[in-house]
């Protein structure tokens, strides 16, 4: 007898019993989008050898498991087309959304220290799916992990003094996650190192990088990492296996040409693998489309300031599915959005004035969506992390 779909080839007893207990057959990983990584999954279909198909609703994608198997495998979808960048929203943002102008303390926020429940001039952040953030403490040596709700974090890279041992860092600037390998990427700033570090109960680290003077790095979706260097005055890509990677964006010495980068520091890589850069001494965001020679201003370069068309060391960046640039512009310590081919920005978050209230920033520097739209800021002078939710209705 042939069986329903879904259904099953034997006949059950009317009082079968199951096991209590289930066994985890695909993902179990957590939340994401790597190769042992489900989001949202939703309905299945198992085949006759008991290989499973799973729709990975918010990936975008089908994915085969294998029976035994401890990843998948992608069969349908998943081409870049709706997983959203790394530090993207996976929603996307209307043109005149707004965000609450109140905060909310997500990270630290108890006073500069090197207490669980403290953090110290922390740089740059990452935000995981289940909204779990991981911080770059500059002062501190170390990397911390934020649970969501969490009143104190648990240091998971570092925290063993300042030094250049496997087992130390020395002012770390950056930090994000490899689903794929489970591991931490960390710039690993006065080492002049990039190191991948074991994202659960890692002691050491591995050096990736070797001699450059790193600020910012990010990756795209076939695991191409993307790394400024300051002192080089460019961003390079390393693609899986690398060492000594590709110049992506200047790389033709200091100063204000379009092909020229001033003291980049973070970076953001779009669907199209365009390259969005902090050019942070000429004050300005730089576009640089895959395989260009020079860039395209997209935010600030008209002199330093704080007027709207203005930016003053510009910082963290992120870019939304409309090609809106949102940059953190740290010494007039506000979030501003520029539209595309926008002359000026607006500020979205912050411009009260350098402050601790819940509507100040004091030297905003990392910057994050999640995937929800909700906008994070590293507030580095006042040692904490803010939440901005996006407001359900744009005026």
């Not at 035994?68 to 929203?89: D, E, F, K, M, Y």
């Not at 992990?145 to 240091?155: D, I, L, M, N």
């Not at 001699?211 to 693609?239: A, F, P």
């Not at 979030?335 to 920033?361: C, D, F, H």
Request: net charge neutral; glycine share 14%; hydrophobic share 30%.
């Amino acid at each position: 007898m042939i069986h329903p779909l879904h259904g099953s080839s034997i006949d059950i007893h009317p009082n079968a019993r199951w096991k209590q207990y289930g066994i985890t057959v695909a993902g179990g990983n957590r939340q994401g989008n790597g190769i042992n990584q489900l989001s949202d999954p939703l309905g299945l279909y198992v085949d006759d050898d008991q290989t499973i198909y799973v729709a990975d609703q918010s990936n975008h994608r089908i994915m085969e498991w294998k029976r035994g198997a401890t990843s998948g495998q992608v069969v349908a979808g998943g081409n870049g087309q709706g997983i959203h960048p790394l530090r993207g929203s996976s929603i996307d943002i209307h043109p005149n959304a707004r965000w609450q102008q109140n905060g909310i303390t997500m990270a630290g926020g108890s006073g500069r220290g090197n207490g669980s429940n403290q953090l110290s001039s922390p740089s740059g952040l990452y935000v995981d799916d289940d909204q779990t953030i991981y911080v770059a403490e500059w002062s501190n040596h170390r990397i911390v992990e934020w649970k969501r709700g969490a009143t104190s974090g648990q240091v998971v890279a570092g925290g063993n003094e300042q030094g250049s041992g496997d087992h130390q860092l020395s002012y770390p600037e950056d930090v994000i996650i490899d689903k794929e390998r489970d591991s931490l990427i960390i710039c690993d700033a006065s080492n002049r190192r990039v190191v991948r570090w074991p994202r659960r109960n890692g002691t050491s680290g591995e050096t990736i990088i070797s001699n450059i003077s790193c600020v910012g790095l990010t990756m795209d979706e076939n695991g191409s990492l993307y790394v400024t260097d300051v002192g080089k005055n460019e961003v390079r890509r390393y693609r899986r296996g690398e060492s000594q990677g590709t110049v992506v964006a200047g790389g033709n010495g200091s100063g204000n040409r379009l092909d020229q980068l001033y003291t980049p520091t973070y970076v953001f890589i779009d669907r199209d693998h365009s390259v969005y850069v902090s050019d942070r001494d000429n004050h300005r965001v730089m576009k640089w489309m895959e395989g260009a020679k020079q860039g395209i201003v997209v935010a600030g370069g008209q002199g330093y300031g704080n007027d709207l068309t203005q930016l003053l060391s510009p910082q963290g960046v992120v870019v939304d599915q409309l090609g809106t640039v949102y940059v953190a512009d740290w010494r007039n310590d506000r979030i501003m959005r520029w539209p595309k081919e926008a002359t000026q920005g607006s500020v979205i978050v912050g411009g009260n004035a350098s402050g601790g209230q819940s509507n100040q920033l004091n030297g905003p520097i990392g910057l994050s969506f999640d995937r929800h739209g909700n906008l994070y800021v590293v507030d580095w002078g006042n040692h904490r992390v803010r939440k901005f939710e996006l407001q359900s209705k744009p005026n």
